[in-house]
Every structure is written in C-alpha cells, then in structure tokens.
C-alpha cells in the first residue's frame, strides 16, 4: 500500500515533458484541454496520497490509534519509513494549503480592484478604455465579459491591430480561458513537479486564442504583428488585477509570433502517442491511490478487528 502511494507524487514530474510535447504536437485547443484534465487529475491523486500518509502515521501513535479503536497495531512497513514520510506529508499539506488559502484571497483582491475600476469607465459594448500611458490591455471575467484596454496601448497600436488584440481577448472570453488559469495556478501549488504543467497551460491558452483570433480575422500575420507590438509597447500593467485574466501580450511572445508565421501544421504522427501517454499516466495516478487507499482501509479493518489478515 505504501509503494503505491508514492506512483501519484512521482508521475507528475514525468508528465510534465509530456505536456509541453503535446502543446508542440497537437491542435493548441485539443492540448489546453487534455494537459488541463491531466494536470487535475494527478494534483488530486497526490494529495490523496499525502493525505494517506498522514493517517498512516497518525494510527501508529497510541492516542490515534485509541481513537480508531484499533485493537492490534497497524500493519506497516518499518516506522523508519512510515513516520518520516507522514511527517513529511503533513508538512507539504500545510504549506499547500496555506500557499492555495493565501494565493486564492490575492486573487480575490485582485479581481475586485480591476472589476471596481472597470466599472468606473465607460463601457462601448464588451470594450472599457482606461485614461493610462501605461499600455496594457486584458480580458476581464465576469457578467458581462470585458475587454480592458488603456489608452497608451490604443496609441501604441493601429486601427487594424487593435482589432487584432480585440479579437485575441475575446477569443479568450468565450473560450473561458480564465478557468483554465486559475486551476493551472491552484494546481500547481498542490505538486512541485506540476508548475512546469501550468507554465504549459498559460502557452496554451494564448497559442489557443492566437489561432481563433487569426481564424476571426482571416489574417494570421495581422494577428502576429499587433501581439508582437503590444508586447514591445507594454512596460507595466496598470493598477493590480488577476493572473487568471489572460492577455495577449503574456507568455512567450516571439514563440507565439513564431508559430502564427509559420503555416499551420497538419497533426503530427506522434500527437496520438504524447496524448496517449499522458492519459495513461493520470490513470496510472488514480489506480495507483484508488488501491492504495483501499489497502490502507483494508489494513484499519484489521487492525480493528472487523476482518482477518
């Protein structure tokens, strides 16, 4: 049951390679989703696993183990290995839980202060203009959606690349991108191994909205070159908002610019492969907590004397 219970800490860092190869390899809409439900998934197995960890340990204190009316001792590997790792897991939980608790609450913040200010401005259909030399410009979750741009990045841009960068954004608005964000940044705080997984999900979600906008103006070079501007002309963002509001100017830009040159590539003969693989190591990660939780459950039974060995 203990080895088990280690398979879900371990596959998050060999999955991360492969969600970068899939974003490389497959449609970006098609990757967003798949290293998204991968990266849930495997962020749930682990703590699962931790959380296992923890009750291991506890049951093999006296007071735990009255409390759990367990008539005969658990049965274990050595406590050498057992203690140290459910001090361990008790640690990682309380720092995961305090970083989600604390990060959450920022954002929170955040996404009040922009949505206050937006709401002070004046607002042309799902458009708000902010008097700002700052260039900047986001889409804003909510009921409406908005798309909020200051003035110096309407400067910085001509007629047709603003409504490039406006089309970018509300590519990200329907799509619901900021889901995406947050539970990449929620996610990743649960694993170490899962932040490279999230830094792939922000590509994806730009390289996703990239393409609709292109597809929406029919131009992808237009698309290149106003993202590609927006990001020369942004120095800072003004005023504070959320990290799940997606811009065309975050993410690797040049890699971005890059591929909307390029022309689109058909599927490649790997994409299946990748795909699969990654699909296999989530499930690897919820068998392998699934039994060892139902081991673990099996072995408590025993020690209260409800089944035999």
């Given at each position: 049951?203990?080895?088990?219970?280690?398979?879900?800490?371990?596959?998050?860092?060999?999955?991360?390679?492969?969600?970068?190869?899939?974003?490389?390899?497959?449609?970006?809409?098609?990757?967003?989703?798949?290293?998204?439900?991968?990266?849930?998934?495997?962020?749930?197995?682990?703590?699962?696993?931790?959380?296992?960890?923890?009750?291991?340990?506890?049951?093999?204190?006296?007071?735990?183990?009255?409390?759990?009316?367990?008539?005969?001792?658990?049965r274990t590997p050595s406590d050498l290995l057992v203690l140290p790792a459910a001090a361990f897991s008790v640690g990682?939980?309380?720092?995961?839980?305090?970083?989600?608790?604390?990060?959450?609450?920022?954002?929170?913040?955040?996404?009040?202060?922009?949505?206050?200010?937006?709401?002070?401005?004046?607002?042309?259909?799902?458009?708000?203009?902010?008097?700002?030399?700052?260039?900047?410009?986001?889409?804003?979750?909510?009921?409406?959606?908005?798309?909020?741009?200051?003035?110096?990045?309407?400067?910085?841009?001509?007629?047709?690349?603003?409504?490039?960068?406006?089309?970018?954004?509300?590519?990200?608005?329907?799509?619901?991108?900021?889901?995406?964000?947050?539970?990449?940044?929620?996610?990743?705080?649960?694993?170490?191994?899962?932040?490279?997984?999230?830094?792939?999900?922000?590509?994806?979600?730009?390289?996703?909205?990239?393409?609709?906008?292109?597809?929406?103006?029919?131009?992808?070079?237009?698309?290149?070159?106003?993202?590609?501007?927006?990001?020369?002309?942004?120095?800072?963002?003004?005023?504070?908002?959320?990290?799940?509001?997606?811009?065309?100017?975050?993410?690797?830009?040049?890699?971005?610019?890059?591929?909307?040159?390029?022309?689109?590539?058909?599927?490649?003969?790997?994409?299946?492969?990748?795909?699969?693989?990654?699909?296999?190591?989530?499930?690897?990660?919820?068998?392998?907590?699934?039994?060892?939780?139902?081991?673990?459950?099996?072995?408590?039974?025993?020690?209260?004397?409800?089944?035999?060995?």
């Open positions: 049951m203990t080895f088990l219970l280690l398979i879900p800490l371990a596959l998050p860092f060999a999955a991360a390679p492969l969600a970068r190869r899939a974003l490389q390899r497959l449609a970006p809409a098609t990757a967003l989703w798949l290293v998204t439900g991968a990266m849930v998934v495997l962020a749930c197995c682990s703590l699962t696993a931790l959380g296992a960890f923890v009750l291991t340990g506890l049951l093999k204190l006296p007071l735990f183990a009255a409390l759990g009316e367990l008539v005969r001792p658990l990682a939980l309380a720092v995961s839980l305090w970083t989600v608790c604390h990060t959450a609450t920022r954002q929170a913040r955040a996404f009040r202060a922009a949505t206050t200010e937006a709401d002070r401005r004046c607002t042309v259909g799902d458009l708000c203009v902010i008097d700002s030399p700052h260039p900047d410009a986001y889409a804003l979750p909510g009921r409406p959606h908005r798309i909020v741009v200051t003035t110096g990045m309407l400067r910085s841009l001509s007629s047709d690349e603003r409504e490039a960068l406006f089309a970018h954004e509300r590519a990200h608005n329907a799509a619901g991108h900021h889901y995406f964000l947050a539970v990449a940044e929620l996610a990743g705080l649960c694993h170490p191994g899962l932040r490279p997984m999230g830094a792939v999900i922000r590509l994806a979600v730009e390289r996703a909205a990239d393409e609709v906008a292109a597809a929406a103006v029919g131009n992808r070079r237009l698309i290149a070159q106003a993202i590609g501007r927006a990001a020369l002309a942004t120095r800072a963002a003004h005023g504070e908002r959320p990290s799940f509001a997606p811009a065309a100017t975050a993410g690797p830009v040049p890699q971005r610019v890059a591929a909307l040159l390029a022309a689109p590539r058909a599927p490649h003969r790997t994409a299946r492969w990748i795909a699969t693989l990654l699909v296999v190591c989530a499930t690897v990660s919820v068998c392998a907590s699934a039994t060892g939780i139902i081991g673990f459950h099996h072995e408590v039974e025993v020690a209260q004397g409800e089944e035999g060995p």
